[in-house]
C-alpha cells in the first residue's frame, strides 16, 4: 500500500480535488504533529485515499484547517484537521504499515531495512496507542503479515497468495464501518460487511499489481511472486501464471467496482470513485500491458520505464518551449497566416481513426473505460473481454452512437482520448 492509487485531479471537479489536496496535506501534517517534521516523508497517496473513505463515512467529517507547507513556507495551505479521527487513523496506520514493509524488505533484500525499521521504533509504539484509542486493533495484522510470509514460502496460486494482504486490508475497513455507525448499530447496519468485502477486493488488486509490476525485479532476485515458476532449478516468468494473476486481478478490479457502488456515500462519492473505481483500474491495465510487453520482448527494462517516460516528458516539453519561442519570434507571420486559414475553407479534423484502425484505441484511453473491466481485452482489443461487453458496437458512445468512438460515461471528452494514437 504504498503509492499504488494516485488521482488525476485535472479530471475532477474542484471541489473533489480541494478535498483530496487537504486530505493529502492533512494526512503529511498529521503526521508531523505525531512523529515529528521528518515523518512526513512517509505521507503517501493510498493511505490518503484511506483518510478520504474514513472520512466520507463520518459521522462527523473533519474539519478544514489552515496550516504551513515546508515545501511552500510563504502560503497558508487548507488541509483537514490533523486531530480528526479519519487524520490520526491514516496517520497512525501508515507508521504501521510503513513498519510491516521495512520488516519484509529487511527479510527479503537487506538489514539496512532492519536499521531503518529500528529508526520507527517509537513512532510504531505510539501509532498502536492511537490505534487503541480510535478503537483499532493492529494485533490481526501483525498475524496476517506472517501468514503472508508462510505463502510465499511455497508456490501459491495469485488468489491465494493475495489473500493475506487482502484480509488484512478488510480487517482494516471493516473497523473503518463499525467506527463510523458505532458499535451497537454494527450488528444491523451492512456497512461494516460492506466496507469488510470491499477492503478484500482491494487488498487483492493491490497485492496482484505489485506482483504485475515487480515480475522483472523478483526473476532476477529469485523472490515469490505468482507469475514466477521454478523448472529444473531455473526460476521464470510463466505466461499461464501471468494471465491467471491478471484474471485475478480483473476480477478483484469488478469486486471492488462492485462494492463502491453498493456503499451509500454520505460525502466525497465522486472522488471515492475516481479513485477506487476508474484510477485503480487504470493502474491494473497500465501495469498489466507494461508488463505483457516486456515479456514479448517489445519493451525496454521496467525498471527504466519511469526514467524513460520522465525523458519522454521533458523531450516534449522543450520541444513546446522551442515552439512557443519561435511562434513569438515571427508573430506577425503568424498573424497573416491565421487570417489566411480563418478564411479558406479547412477540411475538419477526422475525430477518430478508421473503425478498421480502432482495434486498440481504449488502450490509449485514459479516461477509464466503464466498459470491459479496466478497458481491454487480454489480447489488447477494446471490449474484447470475456468478462465484458463481448463486442465493440455494443459499447454506447457518449455521442449516441454506439462502439469504441467513446468510453461510457466518462466526466471528461472521451471521444477526444480514444483517438487510436498514443
Not at 519493451?299 to 516539453?317: C, H, I, T
Request: contains cysteine.
Amino acid at each position: 500500500m504504498f503509492g499504488t492509487i494516485k488521482p488525476r485531479l485535472c479530471r475532477q471537479g474542484t471541489a473533489s480535488a480541494e478535498t483530496y489536496r487537504a486530505a493529502h496535506c492533512g494526512l503529511c501534517k498529521a503526521l508531523a504533529v505525531a512523529h515529528g517534521p521528518l515523518a512526513r516523508v512517509l505521507a503517501t497517496h493510498d493511505l490518503t485515499t484511506l483518510a478520504v473513505l474514513a472520512d466520507a463515512v463520518a459521522v462527523v467529517p473533519a474539519e478544514m484547517a489552515t496550516c504551513r507547507c515546508p515545501l511552500a513556507p510563504g502560503r497558508q495551505q487548507l488541509v483537514l484537521a490533523p486531530s480528526a479521527a479519519a487524520m490520526r487513523l491514516a496517520a497512525a496506520t501508515q507508521v504501521i504499515l510503513a513498519d510491516l514493509w521495512l520488516a519484509d524488505q529487511a527479510a527479503d533484500r537487506s538489514r539496512l531495512f532492519g536499521a531503518a525499521r529500528w529508526l520507527l521504533t517509537r513512532a510504531v509504539r505510539r501509532s498502536r496507542a492511537a490505534l487503541l484509542r480510535l478503537g483499532f486493533r493492529d494485533a490481526a495484522w501483525v498475524a496476517i503479515t506472517a501468514q503472508q510470509a508462510a505463502v510465499e514460502g511455497v508456490p501459491a496460486t495469485p488468489e491465494r497468495a493475495a489473500a493475506p494482504t487482502g484480509q488484512m486490508v478488510a480487517s482494516l475497513l471493516e473497523q473503518v464501518g463499525v467506527a463510523a455507525i458505532g458499535t451497537r448499530s454494527a450488528a444491523v447496519s451492512p456497512l461494516p460487511e460492506q466496507f469488510r468485502r470491499l477492503g478484500e477486493a482491494l487488498g487483492h488488486a493491490v497485492y496482484l499489481i505489485d506482483s504485475i509490476r515487480d515480475l522483472r525485479s523478483d526473476c532476477r532476485r529469485r523472490q515469490f511472486n505468482p507469475c514466477l515458476e521454478t523448472v529444473a532449478g531455473r526460476t521464470a516468468p510463466s505466461p499461464a501464471r501471468f494471465d491467471a494473476t491478471v484474471s485475478a486481478l480483473v476480477t478483484a478490479v469488478a469486486g471492488v467496482r462492485e462494492q463502491v457502488s453498493a456503499i451509500s456515500w454520505p460525502r466525497h462519492g465522486a472522488l471515492v470513485r475516481h479513485l477506487l473505481v476508474e484510477r485503480l483500474a487504470a493502474v491494473a491495465r497500465q501495469s498489466e500491458q507494461a508488463t505483457r510487453r516486456w515479456l514479448d520482448g517489445n519493451s525496454p527494462s521496467l525498471e527504466n520505464a519511469g526514467f524513460l517516460a520522465w525523458l519522454g516528458a521533458a523531450f516534449r516539453w522543450l520541444r513546446a518551449r522551442v515552439t512557443a519561442k519561435g511562434r513569438g519570434d515571427n508573430t506577425e507571420a503568424m498573424a497573416s497566416s491565421e487570417t489566411s486559414d480563418s478564411s479558406a475553407e479547412q477540411e475538419p479534423r477526422p475525430r477518430h481513426a478508421e473503425r478498421g484502425d480502432r482495434s486498440s484505441c481504449c488502450q490509449y484511453c485514459d479516461c477509464e473505460p466503464s466498459c470491459c473491466d479496466w478497458g481491454c481485452g487480454k489480447d489488447g482489443h477494446c471490449c474484447r473481454s470475456t468478462h465484458g461487453c463481448g463486442h465493440c458496437d455494443s459499447c454506447h458512445s457518449c455521442d449516441g452512437g454506439h462502439g469504441c468512438d467513446s468510453c461510457h460515461a466518462c466526466d471528461c471528452d472521451c471521444c477526444a482520448c480514444c483517438d487510436c494514437s498514443p
